[in-house]
């Protein structure tokens, strides 16, 4: 099939590559014009492990390829994906959906005279955009042969090309069956390699919904599970032992289960505060969700105050943290909304004299773009022993496994300072405490 994806970010590439590799003729529309000009190029725009191969099999194949131009890249689709980004508005809170309903104007006029075409709503969108992007692109193109279709992504980042041949599931919403059995055949060379896959279609306002229902209710298991954490340091329970004996129960599940310092990336933040504002505008209080946006917030700034009180114990001045970790998460460079750097920033905020030294194995340049306003106070390193070399307290902040393998004898020895802060657990206990390293984790 012919394929048109608007965007080109963390789903829209993973999402082009991966159709291109499932054979259908794919065209990646975004209007960054670098962004375009590096794929066309062969170069991946953002770390995702096993994606750049796959990009450059299918453009070798002549599978994929990318436009700035929206009139050019969709030409020929019979199906349109819409995969730009649907942030927090920065004073409503409320998602903005200023580049899908620009995407969908601009669509509108593109596809005035093409015959029946399928757009589909990859982006996260709150219950109901379907409905006004249709109404939306009838105004502008009365005569538009097109069905719009809620098509929710539930990638996870660090593991998007395994996550878009092998999902959990392909929630299609759609109100017409012709729309229907368009992306049916679209998935059908997934679904014929990945049997585990299950294919559900549901009215377009569940859909839509399922999207937010699915990313709240982990972020408040990831909530609920760092409240426990709490719990374990006051009770002397171990938050290791816990999680596991919860997790073992089937109803449960072992994943989302691991405290760290809060939940972040470009989804649970922003799709929280989303539901929680729809909800809100329909008369409603998501109290659990609400519960989650606030303990999230809280449990960073928790964060923030350990490695101070540890910076305290330190009679160096001007004093030196090592920081382990800036991406929201391991396995991809993605810093938006990184508990990492908002912890970071906290601490770098009252501790105005502090030195930082940090070390990310993918994500220093994203980082660096956002940590531009303490420039001057950090130094970006090329390893974990050369980020902890003076510093006298060491944060790890992503759980990286890397970090988990880390030599403490070599970093007990290049550190000025004994504390380590391990917000993600990932460090030899036992080991720090022989080494005569001051060790503090999570939960227990
Ligand atoms: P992103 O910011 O990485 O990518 C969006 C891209 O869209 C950008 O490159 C931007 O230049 C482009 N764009 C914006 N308006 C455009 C237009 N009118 N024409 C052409 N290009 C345009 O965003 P993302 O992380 O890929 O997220 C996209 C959507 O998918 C969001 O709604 C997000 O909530 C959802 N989502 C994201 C993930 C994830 O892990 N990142 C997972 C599931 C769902």
């Known amino acids: 099939m012919k394929v048109a994806i608007i965007g080109t970010g963390y789903v829209g590439l993973p999402t082009g590559v991966g159709l291109a590799e499932l054979g259908h003729d794919v065209v990646c529309i975004d209007r960054e014009p670098s962004k375009i000009e590096r794929l066309k190029t062969g170069q991946v725009t953002l770390f995702e492990e096993g994606l750049s191969e796959l990009l450059t099999r299918n453009m070798a194949a002549g599978r994929i390829s990318f436009s700035t131009s929206m009139a050019q890249g969709v030409k020929e689709a019979q199906v349109v994906l819409i995969a730009v980004g649907t942030p927090s508005h920065p004073v409503t809170h409320e998602a903005d959906l200023r580049y899908v309903y620009e995407a969908a104007t601009e669509l509108a006029y593109c596809l005035k005279d093409h015959d029946y075409t399928v757009i589909a709503t990859k982006s996260t969108v709150p219950v109901g955009t379907g409905d006004n992007i249709e109404s939306l692109m009838a105004k502008i193109s009365p ?93 002397g329970a171990d938050i290791a032992e816990v999680a596991q004996g ?73 004093r030196c943290l090592a920081v382990l970790g800036l991406a929201f998460k391991n396995g991809t460079d993605d810093c938006r909304t990184s508990p ?61 496994p890397q970090f988990a393998a880390l030599n403490l004898a070599e970093i007990a020895h290049v550190m000025r300072g004994t504390q380590i802060v391990d917000c993600r657990n990932l460090l030899d206990a036992k080991q720090a405490q022989e080494l005569g390293l001051s060790y503090q984790a999570i939960g227990r």
Not at 152 to 177: C, K, M, Q
Request: hydrophobic share 40%; aromatic share 8%.
């Open 143 to 235: 005569n538009l042969k097109v069905d719009v279709v809620s098509l929710p992504e539930f990638l996870r980042e660090g593991y998007a090309v395994h996550d878009f041949f092998y999902p959990d599931r392909i929630v299609i919403g759609a109100n017409s069956e012709r729309a229907r059995d368009t992306l049916k055949e679209l998935y059908a060379p997934l679904l014929a390699q990945s049997p585990k896959t299950q294919l559900l279609c549901v009215k377009r306002r569940s859909s839509e919904t399922i999207k937010y229902a699915a990313n709240s209710f982990l972020a408040t298991k990831i909530h609920f599970i760092n409240e426990m954490a709490d719990f374990c340091e006051h009770t």
């Open 246 to 318: 919860m997790g073992l129960d089937h109803r449960i599940g072992p994943s989302f289960l691991q405290p760290g310092p809060g939940f972040g990336g470009s989804c649970f933040p922003k799709d929280t505060l989303a539901l929680y504002y729809m909800a809100h505008h329909n008369g409603l209080e998501l109290s659990l969700v609400k519960a989650t946006i606030d303990g999230n917030q809280k449990r960073m700034e928790q964060m923030a105050a350990r490695i101070r009180a540890a910076l305290e114990r330190s009679e160096s001045a001007p």
């Open 340 to 400: 990492a750097l908002q912890i970071l920033k906290a601490v770098l905020k009252s501790e105005r004299d502090l030195q930082v030294r940090v070390f990310d194995p993918e994500a220093m340049g994203k980082a660096q773009e956002l940590l531009q306003d303490y420039a001057a106070r950090i130094t970006y390193c090329v390893s974990e022993l050369e980020a902890c070399t003076g510093a006298d307290v060491l944060a790890v902040l992503t759980e990286w």
